[in-house]
T-cell receptor
């Protein structure tokens, strides 16, 4: 079983839409959680860390449910510039485990 | 901070040639990771180091791959001999896990390898 599972999409949404990505992880001992963003032909970059209490950064909201081993990312008021692949990342001990990524295209 | 620096950014070589990829981690980071990314397999961890010591190399595909970290500011990933199936983007990333560390993984821009 994979450490981190994501719906690969693709998600094609109009500008201004709200879109949600989900991710599950298999090991309950996982300690830290993140969403990364990867643009085409670029490196992954940290979008935000994810905390049990939930956290928000502008139009982006991340949630963690430890009981269900489930992580989510909500993007409100989508912009064209949000088009990218979003990677769910889980850290356990020293290692980072990546989902395969969810592709988002925001359409004018 | 200059971030994680990788070289070369692009490498095109012929099958059988030796390839050396280089990485300079962020100063003060005690962990360094080498990843490979392809469309088919996504992002795969090859090997990681802690304080210059290799901790887990189980992701290294075969003996043709080797990695070293002679000091805290430099690491290499070598492929000898290279094969067309090694064509991929190779990312180096570093992080700091100690007390006060950001606990976040920062990637270099990657080295895009094409083996003909």
């Amino acid at each position: 079983r994979k450490e981190v599972e994501q719906d690969p999409g693709p998600f094609n949404v109009p500008e201004g839409a709200t879109v949600a990505f989900n991710c599950t992880y298999s090991n309950s001992a996982s300690q830290s959680f993140f969403w990364y963003r990867q643009d085409c032909r670029k490196e992954p970059k940290l979008l935000m860390s994810v905390y049990s209490s939930g956290n928000e950064d502008g139009r982006f909201t991340a949630q963690l449910n430890r009981a269900s081993q489930y992580i989510s990312l909500l993007i409100r008021d989508s912009k064209l510039s949000d088009s990218a692949t979003y990677l769910c990342v889980v850290k356990r001990r020293s290692q980072f485990y990546f989902g395969t990524g969810t592709s988002l295209t925001v359409i004018p | 901070d200059a971030g994680v620096i990788q070289s070369p950014r692009h490498e095109v070589t012929e099958m059988g040639q030796e390839v050396t990829l280089r990485c300079k981690p962020i100063s003060g980071h005690d962990y360094l990771f080498w990843y490979r990314q392809t469309m088919m397999r996504g992002l795969e961890l090859l090997i990681y180091f802690n304080n210059n010591v290799p901790i887990d190399d189980s992701g290294m595909p075969e003996d043709r791959f080797s990695a070293k970290m002679p000091n805290a500011s430099f690491s290499t990933l070598k492929i000898q001999p290279s094969e067309p199936r090694d064509s991929a983007v190779y990312f180096c990333a570093s992080s700091s896990h100690g007390q006060g560390g950001a606990n976040v993984l920062t990637f270099g821009a990657g080295s895009r390898l094409t083996v003909l």
